[in-house]
């Protein structure tokens, strides 16, 4: 295989990539976070412990693993902060000298998330779902360049300048839709505090990077929310608003694309999805509702209950030709015991038309219907099963079925939380 590889969720975000990443990153040097912010969640289980990130890389709770910030990560401080002093706390993270933080990430500040509320609050039935953490207000400066990057956020001299051009315009609308304008004295006083603790972390990541992948070391890609809310490539405009796919990964970072490396893409075994938007095989009945119970699907970063359905075959080949897909890592097929049989969809219908492969721009075509078919269940619990020969045949048989329609193997196949309720048939790694 490489000894660079990159994880992406191929559904709407919530696929798993966190158990994943925190597998996979005992043996990585270095683990780094390239797109998105604390508007992701993600959940790993060690010897019985939730732990859930929002910032900080999986690797985290690997001893040996740097974790690297990149550049198109808009970066929370306080809630950063937070997060590193409840890993402290807990005994998870035991040294903050791992953490590289990209000079170049662009920084979220109150009045984005004052912001991206206040505008939820004003579309009313219109609104996209976000999680209100001001992560589409901080791109927006960002590509708008009024953004306020982690250097500026480092020298509050810098950040009174940079406030200066960004804030007047902010206020503007934050006062138009109702909310209380900011001070930019007060916003310089409470980065201030808040850079002291994490500005000792400040780097060029992409040089750590390219240093580590010049010199052999295994360096893994950790992605935020899923291919389907890609900003290009999603639902638009129910979608984040950064680039999710692997291909992102290298240019995000700011590195040239190495030679060789692997793209894994994390499956649920039945599809999910958080908020607004399309959402074409979703079951609103007793299937969808066990799903949530038994795989306990409620957001990690806000808490909402999780809409969920049936595995969508056409809406996972796209993903994974987006992605350039060479391995997948299927998760929660232990929710998927008891049933009787396992609701699917193998196709679309649009007119007179059948699509194996679909983009997500037709899911919001009314006339758009999905084909489903019926493999049969399984009854024995498979949760904590490592063994692939331990698989029910029936369970083994779905596996085999999403292998054979996507066209990629899948060599880790997760039956539980925690850390080891894992199937690894293949290593990763060189």
């Known amino acids: 295989m490489s000894n660079c590889l990159i994880i992406a969720g191929l559904q709407w975000g919530d696929e798993g990539k966190g158990k994943v990443t925190d597998l996979l990153a005992g043996r990585a040097d270095i683990v780094a976070r ?64 791992r953490l590289v933080i990209s000079r170049a990430a662009h920084v979220v500040l109150p009045y984005h998330k004052a912001l991206d509320g206040l505008r939820e609050k004003a579309a009313g039935k219109n609104r996209i779902g976000t999680t209100g953490r001001g992560i589409g207000p901080t791109y927006e400066d960002m590509v708008a360049r009024r953004g306020v990057r982690f250097a500026d956020f480092c020298d509050p001299e810098r950040l009174a300048r940079r406030l200066d051009m960004a804030l007047p315009e902010r206020n503007a609308i934050i006062s138009h839709l109702g909310g209380d304008p900011f001070s930019r004295d007060d916003l310089v006083d409470r980065s201030r505090d808040l850079g002291n603790v994490l500005c000792r972390h400040i780097g060029d990541s992409g040089a750590v990077l390219a240093k580590a992948l010049d010199a052999g070391q295994n360096v893994l890609f950790e992605s935020a929310q899923g291919t389907l809310l890609d900003v290009l490539h999603g639902t638009y405009p129910f979608v984040t608003s950064s680039t999710t796919t692997a291909a992102a990964a290298f240019p995000l970072s700011g590195i040239g694309s190495p030679q060789s490396h692997t793209t894994l893409g994390v499956v649920k075994a039945y599809t999910t999805r958080v908020g607004s938007g399309p959402f074409p095989t979703e079951d609103e009945g007793e299937f969808g509702t066990r799903l949530q119970d038994q795989g306990a699907e409620f957001g990690a970063t806000t808490g909402r209950p999780r809409r969920c359905g049936a595995l969508d075959f056409p809406t996972l080949r796209y993903a994974v030709r987006v992605n350039g897909v060479d391995r997948i890592a299927l998760t929660k097929l232990d929710v998927l015991s008891g049933l009787d049989s396992v609701r699917i969809c193998v196709a679309y219908r649009l007119g007179d038309e059948t699509l194996d492969v679909i983009h997500p721009d037709h899911f919001f075509d009314p006339g758009l219907t999905p084909v489903y078919e019926e493999m049969p269940g399984w009854k024995d619990a498979l949760t904590g099963i490592q063994e692939h020969s331990r698989l029910p045949e029936k369970a083994r048989l779905y596996v085999d079925r999403i292998e054979r329609e996507l066209g990629v193997p899948i060599p880790i196949i997760s039956t539980g939380f925690e850390r080891d309720h894992t199937i690894v048939l293949e290593d990763l790694w060189n």
Do not use: F, W
Not at 53 to 60: D, E
């Open 34 to 97: 390239y797109q998105g912010g604390a508007n992701a969640g993600h959940t790993v289980v060690v010897n019985g412990r939730q732990v859930i990130l929002h910032q900080v890389p999986s690797g985290i709770l690997s001893p040996k693993a740097t974790c690297v910030i990149g550049p198109d990560v808009v970066l929370d401080p306080e809630t950063l902060l937070a997060e590193i002093e409840s890993l402290l706390a807990s005994g998870v993270m035991t040294d903050t000298s």
